[in-house]
């Protein structure tokens, strides 16, 4: 059956006409104010139009001589000499093999039609594909030397093996393992994956590494100066937010339990005695709040549930580093993901460049803490100390820093709406009659990378509208 797309037709899914108030079979000339049902003849400027599925008002057939696709119009052009009018009886098939809609009702194909024609952005779809992930079972079979290991895992093997993983991290603790970061790559193939287009995948590899670790260490760093080990050697010292313990009650769930769409759409876990779980920081990313455990836990289980309610597995197990990943792969809009800005998918725009938005590892630290340590006139000292450690591990790993990089952030303004990164990613009524979402900026419950939520917000967005199934068989 064709799909199609809701929001070119104001008409289709809703109904709101009754079927009473279509024109007659007496009627002939186009009336932009009528329902038309399927079947009714029409004439407009002296040709002869048909409608395929019901046509509300204003859908005029004028749309035929600028529709790219079948579906943008309910009209097609009739035969010289078809009867003019409606059939005295609403319903049955439309011309074209597409059935009338019943008022209240509107079909899944159109709803999925519409979703790829609203993600159908090149930049929507490159973020999809910097997304995707593997299947759990495989990623824990993943063990140091396999040789069936992904390939990107592989990759990242030949750079950083065993030996020097202990060299780079000897003061971690004992919850982040070599065969952990494996895992958490092989989690999110697109991390040191392979590029069709002649991008030379080892040395954004090498690049990638180089800036994840030196993020690890100002974030999980023991910052410790009295150590022989060097301030960059001293990163993944702490895996639970410090202060915090496993059991500690009242973390960072002030949003748990309100009547507000972050706790019905990221519920959180409970002990026995109905107290809510802590999301403090854990991992090498200190995921923090239930709204980020939420999607992190849908990501890695396609469950947000498993996380919300078993936190501490962000910290006890290869989680820990796969949340550095997640957090590495995913944009924030209007901020790229820090994967597309090493690969160079990222490329700033008039407005970014007006901001001193420039690719470098710059840029990276503005992405992942900007409001804090960038803008100044001075470099600020954490923005300092992620440079140093940039430029030791970019020594340890072979990655060259050009003179002219930019590797602080001081001057730096925040991403905004006009930068090239503004990706809109979530779904949101679109506030119209027409039952659909439009894709906005801000967190919303759905997600526009997660095909499917775009049927979930008209579901939500639209409670009185029944979707009839008609894909599956």
């Not at 005029?60 to 600028?66: E, I, L, Q, R, T």
């Not at 002649?198 to 690890?216: P, V």
């Not at 960038?374 to 940039?390: K, L, M, P, V």
Request: with cysteine; charged share 20%.
């Amino acid at each position: 059956m064709t799909s199609i797309p809701l929001s070119r037709r104001a008409g289709v899914a809703l109904a709101l006409l009754a079927a009473a108030t279509a024109l007659s079979a007496r009627a002939s000339d186009y009336d932009p104010a009528a329902t038309y049902t399927a079947h009714c003849v029409v004439t407009y400027k002296d040709e002869l139009f048909r409608a395929r599925w019901w046509a509300g008002p204003g859908d005029s057939p004028a749309a035929v001589a600028s529709a790219v696709h079948p579906w943008d119009t309910p009209w097609e052009r009739a035969a010289a000499g078809t009867p003019v009018g409606c059939p005295d009886t609403g319903g049955g098939e439309g011309g074209g093999g597409e059935p009338p809609v019943a008022p209240g009702k509107v079909l899944l194909s159109m709803l999925l039609a519409d979703e790829a024609r609203l993600t159908s952005d090149p930049l929507m779809a490159a973020v999809r594909q910097s997304i995707r992930t593997l299947d759990n079972a495989t990623v824990e079979a993943v063990t140091p030397g396999r040789s069936q290991n992904p390939a990107n895992v592989r990759r990242v093997e030949a750079i950083v093996d065993n030996a020097r993983f202990e060299h780079l991290f000897p003061l971690r603790a004992p919850e982040y393992t070599y065969r952990g970061l494996l895992q958490a790559v092989a989690k999110f193939p697109a991390v040191c994956g392979d590029y069709a287009d002649g991008r030379d995948a080892e040395a954004i590899c090498r690049k990638t590494l180089a800036t994840m670790f030196a993020h690890f260490a100002q974030e999980t760093g023991a910052h410790e100066s009295w150590r022989p080990e060097e301030p960059y050697r001293q990163a993944l010292a702490y895996v639970r937010e410090m202060g915090w313990n496993e059991g500690d009650r009242n973390g960072y769930n002030g949003e748990c339990g309100g009547a507000g769409w972050i706790s019905e759409t990221w519920p959180c876990g409970t002990y026995p005695d109905g107290s809510y779980k802590s999301y403090f920081g854990r991992g090498a990313k200190q995921l923090s709040y239930n709204y980020n455990y939420g999607p992190f836990s849908e990501a890695m289980y396609g469950d947000v549930g498993v996380l919300l309610d078993a936190p501490e597995r962000v910290a006890d197990t290869w989680l820990n580093l796969a949340s550095a990943t997640f957090f590495f792969s995913y944009p924030q809009p209007p901020k790229p993901s820090m994967l597309h800005v090493i690969d160079g998918t990222w490329v700033p725009n008039a407005a970014d460049l007006a901001a001193g938005l420039v690719p470098g590892f710059g840029v990276t630290t503005q992405i992942i803490n900007g409001g804090v340590e960038c803008g100044g006139t001075a470099e600020h000292a954490q923005s300092a100390n992620r440079i140093a450690y940039y430029r030791a591990f970019a020594a340890n790993l072979g990655v060259p820093v050009p003179s002219d990089e930019v590797l602080g952030c001081k001057g730096m303004k925040q991403f905004a709406e006009g930068g090239a990164g503004a990706l809109p990613i979530y779904w949101e009524n679109n506030w119209t009659e027409t039952p659909g979402c439009k894709l906005v900026g801000y967190q919303t419950a759905f997600s526009g990378l997660k095909p499917g939520d775009y049927v979930q917000c008209v579901r939500k967005a639209f409670p009185n509208v029944e979707i009839i199934d008609d894909v599956t068989p």
